[in-house]
């Protein structure tokens, strides 16, 4: 069974700027790698509940499902918890309300703005390209570890 994974990309406009977050030294994969606010999805739970749900649990900010525009999607043949591979759903938010904190000190060193321009070299792969493809209107899909 493919896993289902939700990603978002909360974009800041009027400053171009966006919500990230650092792994910590104990996360279960890319410690210390920089990546989106990012999760599994729970059984029976559509894909925009849960952006809205890993969002909130791991920055604080609140989005409205309704708000989120699908960004670009991932497809991976293998992932560390998704041996059958991973689909990865990445969306845009541009209305938040809140202030991004580190809610999850455990998995994360810090959730922070950072500037569209200074994304992190030490990012993971695949949100890595989404990200990018969405700040440079390039291709809305990725595979990764398909031959």
């Known amino acids: ?16 700027r966006v919500v990230l977050l650092q792994r910590s030294e104990n996360a279960k994969f890319a410690q210390g790698m920089w990546d989106l606010p990012v999760g599994k999805s729970d ?4 894909i925009t509940e849960t952006a809205v749900r890993e969002l909130y649990e791991e920055t604080g900010l609140v989005v409205k499902p309704e708000s ?3 960004a670009h ?4 043949a293998w992932g560390v ?6 689909l990865t759903v990445v969306f845009a938010a541009h ?3 809140g202030e991004p904190e580190n809610r999850e000190p455990r998995k994360h060193a810090q959730v922070c703005w950072v500037g569209a321009e200074a994304i992190p070299d030490e990012f993971v792969d695949t949100t890595a ?3 990018r493809s969405y700040l440079g209107n ?3 899909v990725s595979l990764d570890g398909w031959h």
């Open 95 to 97: 209305e938040w309300t």
């Open 43 to 46: 059984p029976g739970e559509p």
């Open 68 to 70: 989120l525009k699908v």
């Open 1 to 16: 069974m493919t896993l289902l994974v939700a990603a978002v990309i909360v974009h800041d406009k009027d400053t171009n």
């Open 81 to 86: 918890e998704a041996p059958n591979g991973f």
């Open 138 to 140: 390039g291709p809305q």
């Open 129 to 131: 390209s989404a990200l």
């Open 73 to 76: 999607i991932i497809h991976g």
